[in-house]
């Protein structure tokens, strides 16, 4: 019987490393996405594109220190407010945040999470 858990322990604690390592990317890809759908949307309001762009990256930064806990330094926003829809694009990187430390000793997600939304402007 011992031989048996000497074999069974250390998968089952690879596994449930796989599984807070995955699990916690998996939270920080959905708060990288719910940013990009929120700017999109408070960009709306602008009256021109450079003032959606200004309302889209305020946005960003404050929901990310204050919902996500993001650091504003590890977030790239760009935002394509031309034309008939508005573009978000959010980019975090999350090389040096704790929940990437798990990625030692299993194989580990993309360290830079990208995600977009786009909002079009009436005439649907």
Known sequence: MAVEFALVG??????????????G??????GVQ?????????AVAGIDPIERRA???AFVTQEARD???FD???LEVEVNAGGDAI??????????????ALAALIPAPPERIERSAVVRMGGF
Do not use: C, K, N
Request: negative net charge; proline residues 4%.
């Open 87 to 100: 573009r978000v694009e959010v980019a975090l990187d999350t090389a040096d945040h704790p929940i990437m």
């Open 67 to 69: 919902t996500y806990g």
């Open 72 to 74: 504003a330094d590890r």
């Open 55 to 57: 309302l889209a990256e």
């Open 25 to 30: 990317w998996f939270w920080l890809a959905q």
């Open 10 to 23: 250390p998968l089952l604690i690879l596994m449930l490393m796989g599984m807070a390592l995955y699990g």
């Open 34 to 42: 719910s940013l990009a759908t929120e700017a999109a949307r408070a």
